[in-house]
């Protein structure tokens, strides 16, 4: 981007040196670029803030791609980072992009300590003991498993019932 930036600005300085060495007056174009210079100057005032804060969060770690996080009031996965904005898959699948000069906040639950958030629908006749007796002993059988034992480091916890 700043390549690009650099290649237009010099590339607009050679056509007014250009046009002023064969004689033409510049000095409307130069007026005029002035104004547009402005106008894009007032239409990119988001775009600025969002590429700031953007450098500032990712010189901070603040976010990780893989991280799970709540941003404003979406939680989910990061799966992408650009300087500008922040792609999120949240729990029920949706993706998310969000630029960085709409976040107020960053909750990163993945930092130095991690969980697995999970959400899972149970057919509506099956009664729900079975299905958390169910649930804990699949849990157990993970954990003994010697492929997935040195991921999973405590026990299944378990919130209870969500909706109906």
């Known amino acids: 981007m700043i390549r690009n930036v650099i290649f237009v ?3 607009i300085i050679a056509v007014i040196a250009g046009l002023a060495n064969l004689g033409v007056n510049v000095t409307p174009l130069l007026a005029g670029a002035g104004v547009i210079g402005l106008a894009i100057g007032f239409g990119a005032q988001t775009l600025v803030q969002d590429l700031i804060t953007g450098i500032f969060i ?4 603040s976010l990780a791609v893989d991280d799970f996080v709540q941003i404003n009031n979406h939680m989910g996965t ?3 980072l650009t300087l500008r904005t922040v792609r999120l898959r949240d729990l029920d699948g949706i993706v998310h992009i ?3 000069s709409r976040i107020e906040s960053i909750h990163n639950m993945s930092r130095q300590f ?3 958030l999970m959400r899972i ?5 099956m009664k729900i003991d079975d299905a958390i007796t169910l649930m804990q002993e699949t849990a157990q059988e993970l954990r003994r498993d010697p ?8 026990p299944l916890e378990m919130q209870g019932v ?3």
């Open 9 to 11: 600005t010099i590339l």
């Open 58 to 61: 990712l010189i901070e770690d």
């Open 78 to 80: 990061v799966e992408g």
């Open 98 to 100: 969000i630029t960085f």
């Open 114 to 116: 991690g969980i697995a």
């Open 121 to 125: 629908r149970i057919p509506f006749d």
């Open 147 to 154: 492929m997935m034992r040195h991921y999973i480091w405590s």
């Open 162 to 164: 969500q909706g109906v």
